[in-house]
């Protein structure tokens, strides 16, 4: 009889929307169409006994002070065909709404290979087939690596699987005539080392000019005539041949500002740009707090001991495509010969509760330091249902065939990095609101009900991020950076003693290409002046040139209060040396249009008489001899005058 009970409810729930509803008003619309199971429920209790007890396809959930109950499964679907596990199988089409496969339109329950989960769930086996559709939707899905849902919407060109093969045309006797052929034009025995042809026609050189760019395009990293041939025998993989050009296949720990292994900033989860890119780190040697790994992307898990562990480099690319995929929640990989399903909602196994993680380089939207084109990129996405996402469109969509959408892509990321609890906007004049803590947006006055939301990164193999850091010492290459010593009694040496009016012991001159870049991009329609700035001799260079000035300021430790809480410049070369470790650097500062005088007691960027921040403040509004700048970006660093 309880079974009979729960079908009942579970029916009322499905039917319903949404999908939840109070304990005590779920009860009150089931003893009004059946009374009969009022003895049933009160005779454990009451309906909340009830449901804890006897209810395996129902939870109940406090919610504003009230308990409600909601549909759950407590099984995974699977999508293999003849699978003998313990999960639900399901058509490798689910969950698509129009499908001509004649699995979809066949009831699950007919599945042989679901029997042991229908006895364990009876209540499954009764209950109508439109319904239980409903209720499969708020399954997970777990996935393996060969399962294909992995390539649907993650997988680019530049992935092993799609390295292009010995043409086959081109060995046929006709050969090929197609004008854009992506396949490699030469001879197929020659590539196995068996062509026993003393005047075999067909080419045997992978190199020529057209192989060498359907390579590239498709690889997106260069590669000798034998690693070429090692990949088309599957000795090796794209994926290994990039991941050597970027280093290797291990992961460094980070060392903390006390020289002990662990990061001790707010940024324990992320990636060193530079140290990928294979420049060498300049926060190296003083303990770098960013993690050391060969690609832009790292999955780790937590052993029992509750040490941090990397998986092996194919189950990481594995992984990492499946996270990028909105729709996969659960997916199941080998660790050590065990079978282990990894559950990306709770950053954790399905069973057994041990945590895993995602390190990856920072948001490209990051303003707080250089990232450049290695910085991850999200995406973020609305749920329909738990198999059904949408993406939110890169920018302000408008239109008679599509919704307007007053929320561009960048303006969530920037509100996500800022910490802001909420963000409100408008879908064709309705309002919502994103609340980022629970992940979820709801319609303002109760409309629209609630939805979920999640932020995943977009896609990058690893033959992407080796293309990328290959030729950083090209200066037109995003990441390039360049410390030299400028030689004394040269054009430039003469230029820079000339324009300063001083002649130092030494001159180092500071090249950074995403520094110039954004320095050019902040700095526009504001006025460029050449300024000093104090600096010390136990600073890196390098780090000027990866990362630009950072705050706390260094012009006189006493005075870096005085006229604001920012970076401290002045166009005095004799106030700076004053405060400075025979150091000086000199700089290109990017002043505004507004300005105050500066106050020690302003612990935040001043603001006008119209409520504005103000771009700058200084020490006197007649003739000033001190500029705080509260932005970096605003600072160019551009040579280091040693006294």
């Not at 709801?442 to 990328?468: D, E, F, W, Y």
């Amino acid at each position: 009889m309880a079974e009979q009970v729960e079908l009942h409810l579970l029916s009322v729930l499905l039917s319903s929307h949404p999908q939840s509803l109070g304990v005590s008003q779920l009860f009150n619309m089931l003893y009004q169409s059946h009374p009969d199971m009022f003895v049933v429920v009160s005779g454990t209790g009451g309906p909340v006994p009830f449901l804890q007890e006897h209810c395996t396809l129902l939870r109940t959930k406090e919610h504003q002070d009230q308990f409600v109950v909601q549909p759950r499964t407590p099984f995974n679907l699977c999508r293999e065909e003849n699978c003998s596990c313990a999960m639900l199988h399901v058509c490798s089409h689910w969950p698509a709404r129009l499908s001509n496969c004649k699995q979809c339109r066949t009831d699950i329950r007919r599945n042989p290979f679901n029997m042991k989960v229908l006895k364990q769930f009876p209540v499954l086996q009764q209950i109508n087939e439109q319904l239980l559709k409903k209720l499969l939707r708020l399954a997970k899905i777990t996935i393996r690596p060969s399962t294909a849902v992995l390539y649907e919407k993650c997988t680019s060109r530049t992935d092993m699987s799609f390295f292009p093969t010995v043409c086959k045309y081109y060995n046929s006797e006709y050969g090929c005539f197609r004008a854009l052929c992506q396949f490699l034009h030469v001879c197929e025995q020659y590539t196995q080392d068996s062509c026993q042809k003393s005047g075999c026609t067909k080419i045997h050189d992978i190199h020529t000019p057209r192989n060498r760019a359907v390579i590239e395009t498709s690889s997106g990293i260069p590669m000798t005539p034998n690693t070429v041939r090692r990949v088309i025998s599957n000795e090796t993989s794209v994926t290994e041949v990039a991941t050597t050009i970027l280093g290797g296949s291990e992961i460094t720990v980070p060392m903390g500002t006390n020289g002990e292994p662990g990061p001790t900033d707010e940024r324990h989860g992320e990636l060193c740009v530079w140290n990928l890119v294979g420049r060498s780190c300049a926060r190296g040697d003083a303990g770098c707090t960013r993690y050391h790994a060969p690609l832009s992307f790292w999955w780790q898990y937590e052993d029992g001991e509750g040490n941090w562990e990397s998986w092996d480099l194919d189950t990481i690319v594995t992984l990492e495509k499946a996270f990028c995929n909105p729709v996969i929640v659960t997916v199941e990989m080998r660790l050590k010969g065990v079978a282990v399903v990894v559950d990306f909602s709770t950053m954790s196994y399905l069973e057994g509760g041990n945590r895993v993680r995602r390190l990856s380089t920072p948001s490209q939207q990051d303003g707080s330091g250089l990232v450049g084109p290695l910085g991850t990129r999200y995406r973020w996405y609305w749920g329909e249902s738990v198999a059904v996402w949408h993406e939110f469109p890169p920018c302000v969509t408008q239109g008679r065939d599509n919704p307007q959408l007053e929320l561009p892509l960048h303006t969530i990321e920037t509100a996500f990095l800022e910490h802001q609890p909420s963000l409100p906007f408008s879908i064709s004049g309705s309002d919502f609101v994103l609340y980022f803590h629970g992940m979820h947006m709801r319609g303002m006055n109760g409309k629209g009900g609630v939805r979920p939301i999640c932020r995943r990164p977009l896609h990058r193999s690893v033959a992407q991020c080796a293309t990328v850091a290959l030729g950083y010492e090209s200066p037109s290459h995003q990441y390039y950076t360049k410390v030299s010593e400028v030689t004394p009694r040269s054009e430039e040496w003469d230029k820079v003693c000339l324009a300063l009016d001083v002649e130092p012991k030494s001159i180092i001159k500071l090249e950074g290409y995403l520094l110039l870049k954004r320095f050019n991009k902040s700095a526009e329609g504001k006025n460029i002046r050449e300024m000093f700035y104090a600096y010390g001799n136990k600073e890196s260079l390098l780090s000027l040139v990866q990362n630009g000035l950072e705050f706390p300021s260094r012009i006189g430790e006493a005075r870096v209060t005085t006229y604001g809480r920012g970076l401290h410049c002045s166009p005095s070369l004799r106030y700076t040396r004053e405060y400075s470790e025979d150091s000086v650097l000199v700089v290109d500062v990017a002043l505004g249009s507004s300005c105050l005088k500066g106050n020690k007691l302003d612990k935040k960027i001043p603001r006008d008489g119209f409520g504005n921040p103000v771009h700058y403040t200084v020490d006197s509004l007649n003739n000033p001899l001190v500029f705080v700048l509260y932005n970096p970006n605003l600072i160019l660093p551009k040579y280091v005058l040693r006294f």
